[in-house]
């Protein structure tokens, strides 16, 4: 069975500098997508970046960069600049391939502080 | 990614009554998906519900309590039954993107059975 663990249950940082947040993984499955999402106060669930176990170049979106070591199963998520609206819960998400199950790990509150 | 409706968004019910969530979809997709996130908690797949089919749902959670409908692409009902205090917890929909692999959610329903 995949579990997903992070070790971080709250981050503060201030705004306009750079954070990390943590994420292992364990699984069998070789092929398999790794996910994280915000979670604001409005509770809206939102996609922030998606990785495809096979690639390995890092995905990025704009400030939201990944670092995905498979070897290791580790998949962090860094967030540049940091911005008062990047405020919420995150939660690294992992899903094998042909499964459309989502498995969550227990989320990392952020808090950014002007 | 897909545009996702829930309703109600928050409902405070009676132990013993039941509730039926709404989750409307502003394009038609195959796999549509359940979760419950209790207070302060990760989510927890309950179910996958494909149109035409019955519902698949996770270990621990069963139809009797958690009946779903699937009438059309855009459109299906989760009925929390029988609630006790346990069931409070937040409920979203959740819809396979185009991508084949994203996951997109409804802003979900924030349940509290007194």
């Known amino acids: 069975a995949q579990t997903v663990t992070q070790s971080q249950p709250e981050m503060s940082v201030q705004e306009a500098e750079t954070v990390t947040l943590s994420c292992t993984y364990d699984?069998?499955?070789?092929?398999?997508?790794l996910f994280w999402y915000k979670q604001p106060p409005s509770r809206q669930m939102i996609l922030v970046i998606r990785?495809?176990?096979?690639?390995?170049q890092n995905a990025t979106e704009n400030r939201f960069s990944v670092n995905f070591q498979k070897a290791a199963k580790s998949f962090s998520l860094k967030i540049s600049d940091s911005q008062l609206g990047d405020t919420a819960m995150y939660f690294c998400?992992?899903?094998?391939?042909?499964?459309?199950?989502?498995?969550f790990g227990t989320g990392t509150r952020l808090q950014v502080f002007p | 990614s897909a545009v996702i409706s829930q309703k109600p968004s928050r409902d405070i019910c009676q132990r013993g009554t039941s509730l039926t969530i709404q989750c409307q979809v502003d394009?038609?997709?195959?796999?549509m998906f359940w979760y419950r996130q209790q207070p302060g908690q990760s989510l927890t797949l309950i179910a996958t519900?494909?149109?035409?089919?019955?519902?698949?749902?996770e270990s621990g959670f069963v139809i009797d309590k958690f009946p779903i409908s699937r009438p059309n692409l855009t459109f299906s009902t989760l009925t929390v039954s029988n609630m006790s205090p346990e069931d409070s917890s937040i409920y979203l929909c959740?819809?396979?993107?185009?991508?084949?692999?994203?996951?997109?959610f409804g802003p979900g329903t924030r349940l509290t059975v007194t």
């Open positions: 959740s819809v396979v993107g185009t991508g084949y692999s994203e996951q997109y």
């Open positions: 699984t069998s499955e070789s092929n398999y997508y």
């Open positions: 990785q495809e176990a096979y690639k390995q």
């Open positions: 998400a992992f899903m094998a391939y042909n499964t459309d199950k989502l498995i």
């Open positions: 394009s038609q997709v195959t796999m």
């Open positions: 519900a494909n149109q035409g089919s019955e519902a698949t749902y």
